[in-house]
């Protein structure tokens, strides 16, 4: 009997991992430690249940521990994984109470994801002060933003919830400010969520425009929509610290002392690498634990997925870091197979993202920044044109604005953005589509589109903006 | 000196080319031919303009007589182009008067469109009895439709519309109930103009399913969407008469007399090439005329494009006839370019198509019929799947129907198409860039596709169908 297939983290990518297993390989054992309480929740759905689009913390969970059961793996919740013997091919587990034993794995999965990294901002001594990278905080600030006569606890409605933080943020006055320290995408899911409780909301951002990573045109566009909702941004604006005793009374940015009674921190996040270190393991971009195309560590049957581990960029062929929730799931999923016997790659990314701001929606995918497509080789042209999302004539027309960016001399799409308000976040996948198939813009430019006045006009505003970097690209 | 570019039609493709051809070759001289008033109108806009959707005619011309003028294109309307000499390269041209003469060309582009085929039905003699494919024909739709006391002769703003037509049809005294005959995308559209305008609509198609070439997901969808909203559907009933002496009394249908006060028949359009008849061109699939992969035809210095014309499918490599919008203005495009000098191809089609029928939208792609896809050498597979059009949790998510189509042998995906009420239908340009780029089932299970809530489940509806349907080629 083989030993078993040993998962580190019971999120997105080490339940996929396990769950895949356990339907290819129904005879082997799965193990899944997972350090908390916490299991497969949607992280990005934080920001909506503090908005309160979403009513129940509850409906942020995928799996319960049951269903995890029914599936036939063993869960192990409140056990950390704290070393990995490769060569013995052990790990080493310790309890809550500080007991430790030994696993043997066949095969181990690293899948211990990313945490908050506050930067040089200390928020667990503040009350007030949150980063938000996991429900325990998403349910802290739920509470704190309520007012005390009208904190409706009944939407937390999750056991693994820690419900001492929740009653003392609920019995603390209600902010009536808040700065969202970092423009990221958080940050903007953040702001909005804040202003729909009724919170006067400042967002600072250390660069020049919003979403660094969307580019110029969706940064500007989502600033324009949060202040239209009375979301004040600053840009160019690096906090420098936060200011309170017991709880914050004001930020500090760019010499002013700005009093807000709430503060919270996105300004990035950073992998869990630590039960590898000391290992050898190679490590990639942003310190994440580096794979092959199948998800294999430099460790021999030691796979990593998720936030936690790198993935093959598209255009530029090299291992990233972008933690997002399709790569943890499709590389979990991958490996679930590979390690039943049934090798599959984990895919690529196309560096894929999507933001929404009130109604304005964004997105980007591939290289968008010039510098880095110089990094890497190429030499970047690019273009941002606005484009009807409908014909011109149809009710509920709005301005689409698409960049797109192409290598000068080969063509070859590079990367792209869409902004706007009508359907505009979803027409970045067929830009991520086009540069996966690693398409030139002429190739984009005489893509069969749909046509129909509701949806879109003659020429898309895909279509547009390839038209326009072509006439570029040929003079 | 050479020859002007003369071009036969003053719609998009005729437009566009000599449009492309002006900015191009700014000394050498374009005429456009047009025998009807009519110039550049949106044909996919009527249905809308008679829902009151749209609220003036005029907002359906992207280009006004002047416009084309201020363009430097020689226009002449009212002037059919009745002969081609190949040989000479001459065109004789006839006046409303029944004049004639000749015109020298150097390149010719016939652009001369499609017409409603009424198939079996007289419309023409028939009062309350319709088809639709001109502005003429949606200027007498919208004025029968309307109460004599009622109608808005202002909507009808433009010079070119036929008015003693419109005067006629908004004397009479508006219809209660309407036949549309044929549940194509131009039948789903106007049965849901008629009903926005107070008509009970029976719709009746001759095959098993609506939207014959969305698949059965699709038509199936849209009827359960028409019923929904008061508009009664009949599948399997070809009609077989129009009943009535000076106006339309009744339909005859599967044994069935059906009374009703008004018609509008949408049984499929032909493409006009009685032009070139007597000149030996090759004629294509659907008897259009067939045209290389830079348009042009078999005759010398003769190019076609547009809804009388082929262009090449991207799955089969054939040429096929699939009129729509963006192929037309495409295909001008392009051929303006290659005749002034800078050959461009005109693109393949991927028969890329969209409709919407109240809150529903549809879209299709590629080959969907299995027998279509044996035709021409494959082994379809096909699933169709169910899935949320954003998370689970997130407000708005819909249930999304996506059907995919792979040959069994290659996994190569052939075709698709997705149903729903949000988002749906552009989610069909992912599936047409994948068709364009010969991608695999597999591939489009591992494309990075865009993950947010209020957009995107983490397994877009397009990977989950891309998900099952490899778990059915992998059986």
Known sequence: MTDPFVVVGADAAGLSAASKFRREAPGREVVVFEKGRWISYAYC????????????????LSL?????????????????????????????????DGDRVEQAYG??????????????????????????????????????VADPDDYDSDRVDVS??????????????????????????????????????????????????????????????????????????RTDAPVEALVGD????????????VPVDMAVVGVGIRPNTELLDGTGVDLGPGGAVRVDDHGRTSLPDVYAAGDCATARHAVTGEPDWMPLGL?????????????????????????????????????RVGILDPEAAEAAGFDPVSETVTAGSRSGYYPG??????????????????????VGTDRAAIRIDTLA?????????????????????????????????????????ED
């Not at 759905?45 to 942020?60: C, E, K, N, Q, T």
């Not at 181990?108 to 949150?130: C, I, K, W």
């Not at 969706?218 to 239209?228: C, S």
């Not at 698409?402 to 990367?415: F, I, M, Q, S």
């Open 45 to 60: 759905g934080m920001p909506y249940f503090i908005a309160r689009y979403v009513d129940r913390m509850s409906d942020l």
């Open 64 to 96: 319960s521990p049951s269903e995890v059961d029914e599936r036939g793996i063993d869960l192990r919740r409140g056990r950390e994984v704290v070393a990995v013997d490769p060569d013995a091919k052990r790990v080493t587990v310790e309890t809550a």
């Open 107 to 144: 095969d181990l999965l690293v899948a211990t994801g990313a945490r908050a990294d506050s930067g040089p901002f200390d928020v667990r001594g503040l009350d007030g002060a949150f980063t938000l990278h996991d429900m325990d905080a998403a349910a802290a600030i739920d509470a704190y």
């Open 160 to 233: 693994a919830v820690d419900r001492d933080r929740v009653e003392r943020n609920a019995a603390m006055p209600a902010p009536e400010t808040a700065a969202v320290v970092g423009g990221g995408y958080v940050g903007v899911e953040v702001a909005e969520a804040l202003s729909e409780r009724g919170v006067d909301v400042r967002v600072f951002h250390r660069s020049g425009h919003l979403l660094s990573p969307f580019g110029e045109a969706v940064g500007n566009r989502v600033e324009t929509a949060l202040e239209a909702e009375g979301v004040s941004v």
């Open 246 to 257: 017991e709880r914050i009374e004001a930020i500090d940015v760019g010499g002013d002392r």
């Open 327 to 363: 790569t943890a799931n499709r590389a979990g999923r991958a490996i679930g197979a590979t390690v039943a016997g049934d090798p599959a790659p984990v895919g690529d990314i196309a560096g894929t993202a999507a933001v929404k701001a009130f109604d304005t929606e964004g997105a």
């Open 397 to 418: 027309v709005a301005e689409t604005e698409v960049t797109l960016v192409a290598d000068r001399d080969t063509g070859r799409l590079l990367g792209g953005s869409v």
């Open 433 to 473: 589509t086009a540069i996966e198939a690693d398409m030139t813009v002429p190739e984009v430019e005489r893509l069969d589109l749909a046509y129909a006045p509701p949806f879109s006009p003659v020429w898309d505003p895909i279509l547009v903006a390839a038209k326009v970097l072509n006439g570029k690209i």
